[in-house]
């Protein structure tokens, strides 16, 4: 099966612009994540969906960061505005429940610098 | 503490055992697992273990569960090359909707 897609792979960008970052998911999987990795450190979430629907935000910084998920498939993370502290690889991950067992898989990230 | 610990750096010799190890914090986790990230890449999972098992054994992968101290170690036998990379301890946390928990990583030099 086709893995989890996410665009871009590099994002260079000034600070105060935004951005904005793709997940495609496995297909069927029902369950969505958002991780940030800053440099040195582990993932962290940021958002998670089940279906198209938030059910955990409480890591998300929602003065800057939003994100969704139309019609419970592909979902978009935007930064608006970026700070320099937002420098981090953001990872999309899918599972077709909540996490369980070997279902967590992950993209391959987009590596966000702000300059 | 309200950490995933991991130790930071491990060194070891081509063909050698390599034995990371993890201390979690949740004491009713009921999947912990183990991914490696390759530089540039993303996260691929290489084991997980059910609570419900001490331990765990996938080709040259051993993983040991101590609920008790809440450890898990991740056991490369014969290490390669190939097996240079960040390892990254994770628990999925019972009180959340599927959340991983992360340590810091440790990162693992497999030297000839």
């Known amino acids: 099966e086709a893995g989890v897609a996410q665009s871009p792979r590099y994002k260079i960008i000034e600070k105060r612009q935004s951005v904005a970052f793709w997940c495609n998911p496995i297909?069927?999987?029902?369950?969505l994540y958002w991780y940030q990795q800053i440099l040195g450190q582990g993932p962290k979430l940021l958002i998670q969906?089940?279906?198209?629907?938030?059910?955990?935000d409480s890591q998300l910084p929602k003065d800057r960061f939003s994100a969704e998920r139309l019609k419970g498939v592909d979902s978009t993370l935007k930064i608006q505005p970026a700070k320099l502290e937002d420098s981090a690889v953001y990872l999309c991950?899918?599972?077709?429940?909540?996490?369980?067992?070997?279902?967590?898989?992950f993209g391959s990230g987009t590596r966000l610098t702000v300059v | 503490g309200e950490d995933v610990e991991q130790s930071l750096f491990l060194s070891v010799r081509e063909g050698d055992s390599s034995v990371i190890n993890c201390t979690y914090t949740d004491s009713s986790s009921t999947y912990l697992y183990w991914y490696k990230q390759e530089p540039g890449a993303g996260l691929q999972l290489l084991t997980y273990i059910f609570s419900n098992m001490d331990m765990k054994q996938d080709q040259r992968l051993t993983v040991l569960l101590n609920k008790k101290d809440k450890h898990l170690s991740l056991r490369i036998a014969d290490t390669q090359t190939g097996d240079s990379a960040i390892y990254f301890c994770a628990e999925l946390l019972t009180d959340s909707w599927g959340k991983l928990q992360f340590g810091a990583g440790t990162q693992v030099v497999v030297t000839p």
């Open positions: 969906f089940q279906n198209n629907g938030v059910v955990d």
């Open positions: 297909s069927g999987h029902a369950t």
């Open positions: 991950a899918s599972s077709p429940r909540r996490g369980q067992g070997a279902g967590y898989t």
